[in-house]
């Protein structure tokens, strides 16, 4: 009960902060009740200028921390607020007011258990950035060494925690009242932010991710990643290597300084590809002012709260897909969707096929220049409620990355298309990992998995079996008559004995 009255009265507040901006319009295509419309619309507003979403995206930095937050991740749902909307709230900028350096310095202390001036000769009272979780210092280690020093807000576990319970309970309440919005997974939403959040809140868990993103790129002419300085690093502070470069949207700068904006793009391109098809593992904020081109023409990365990860077999997925899309191919795009188990095998692959012309046609139909990947995967998404396409959420964080790179892409070099430059290495991929080949070898090694599970799966099938004999499984008499739909059935062990003679078959093969 206690819950319920906190909630109503902060999301009494939150009404009348979005009424103030007359953003509740933003909301109109996620399906809200109209009567719900028809009150928010009578609150006291100040009619502001800007379309729905930049004045939804003014609103979310009114409401602090855990609403810009919220604002990001709606950015990659445009099946919730709509195209328009969401590419609004992608520009939303995670920048707040800094907090006190003392403050700053006391977390430093506290966290790594030795005094500020052992740990450092110098650190800056004035922060570089200043962010909804976290502020970046300079200093100086005390032996010498540059360093960015990120620290966490003072309280900042705390008010996360009250409005991600929240959040929670609206999306509870949403499933339950309104079960035909239930398709915009509104808990798993939240589920996925809460888990984001947790993940940036331990400084640990991002200097482990730069950590592997580095050794990933060893010796990579294209991206390089600053080092950690572990000593310095803790759950709420994060130390590591100070670089020095030019931000990459700066497209004057870069070219005082004598770069390339071509080759910058190239090399966005390849580290992107590689990242996400050859590594699988991919810095998910890509936003320019994590990106700097260093003094020697190399890409460098900062800001490794939010990473994504993609399995082989979705990596192999996007291949097809995109690869089918490229071609033109699109009964092809409909039969990687269904063979991946993304679209259900009720549905109609004929009626996917047209779904997936109608989506591509257009944007196939542009200039190269204005051709973009993020786009095709942003409208794929949209016909989820059509084809009752289950939501993927590595795929639309991957969709907002790539969208945020094809637009530093066109701030370089508006006349030229970013995926044309890496071309050469990702038809090298596809032929290494896609080709006849190599599909070959994929089967032959998902075959050998399997059988090097037989073993492991026999024995489990004997210990069963043995404990049936000896009448060693009991079950609850509700369990027995659930499964057995009250009666004695010869059912159960009749799959018992299909499934023994398909182990025996598998080993004979």
């Known amino acids: 009960m206690l819950r319920t009255f906190r909630n109503l009265g902060r999301l009494a507040r939150i009404a009348l902060t979005l009424a103030h901006y007359d953003a509740l319009s933003a909301f109109s295509q996620a399906g809200l009740p109209p009567a719900l419309l028809w009150f928010a619309n009578r609150l006291p507003a100040r009619r502001g200028a800007g379309r729905p979403g930049q004045r939804l995206a003014a609103a979310f930095t009114a409401l602090g921390p855990t609403f810009i937050k919220l604002g990001q991740a709606l950015s990659i749902r445009a099946d919730i607020v709509g195209e328009e909307v969401a590419a609004d709230l992608s520009e939303l900028q995670d920048k707040l007011p800094p907090f006190p350096s003392a403050q700053a310095r006391a977390t430093v202390a506290a966290e790594l258990g030795r005094k500020l001036e052992a740990l450092f000769s110098s650190f800056d009272d004035v922060p570089v950035a200043a962010a909804s979780i976290a502020q970046v210092h300079f200093a100086v280690t005390s032996d010498g060494h540059e360093v960015a020093v990120k620290v966490l807000r003072p309280g900042v576990e705390a008010q996360f925690a009250r409005d991600l319970d929240l959040f ?123 990106i700097f081109v260093a003094p020697d023409g190399v890409l460098v990365a900062v800001d490794f709260g939010i990473m994504g990860r993609l399995d082989q077999r979705t990596r192999y997925y996007l291949a097809d897909m995109l690869m089918g899309f490229l071609n033109g191919d699109y009964a092809a795009v409909a039969d990687v969707h269904f063979r991946a188990g993304y679209v259900p095998a009720t549905q109609s692959v004929g009626a996917f096929t047209q779904a997936a012309r109608a989506i591509a046609e257009p944007i196939f139909g542009r200039p190269l220049h204005e051709i973009s990947l993020a786009r095709l995967l942003a409208q794929l998404f949209q016909v989820t409620e059509q084809f009752q396409m289950e ?118 093969a």
């Open 168 to 290: 929670l309970w609206i999306a509870e309440h949403i499933e339950r009242l309104a079960p035909r919005l239930s398709r915009l997974k509104p808990v798993e939403v939240f589920a996925t932010l809460a888990q984001s959040v947790r993940v940036e809140m331990d400084l640990r868990l991002e200097a482990a991710a730069a950590s592997e993103l580095a050794q990933n790129f060893e010796g990579d002419p294209d991206l390089r990643v600053p080092k950690i300085d572990w000593t310095r690093t803790g759950r709420r502070v994060l130390t590591l290597e100070r670089i020095g470069g030019i931000p990459v949207d700066e497209v004057a700068a870069l070219a005082a300084a004598g770069h390339d904006p071509k080759e910058v793009v190239a090399k966005a391109a390849r580290t992107f590809f590689k990242q996400v098809f050859r590594d699988g593992f991919f810095h998910a904020d890509m936003h320019p002012g994590n």
């Open 391 to 508: 939501t993927q959420p590595q795929l639309l964080l991957l969709q907002k990355s790539m969208l945020v790179c094809e637009g530093v892409g066109r701030t370089l070099m508006p006349d030229v298309n970013m995926w044309t430059l890496a071309r050469p290495m990702i038809e090298e991929w596809m032929v290494k990992n896609r080709g006849l080949d190599a599909r070959a070898r994929y089967a032959l090694g998902e075959a050998m998995a399997r059988i090097e599970e037989l073993p492991t799966f026999i024995g489990n099938l004997e210990k069963s079996a043995a404990m049936l004999a000896s009448g060693g499984v009991r079950l609850h008499p509700d369990a027995l008559a659930a499964l057995t739909g009250g009666r004695r059935r010869i059912w159960p062990w009749i799959a018992l004995a299909l499934v023994c003679g398909a182990a025996v078959a598998a080993l004979l």
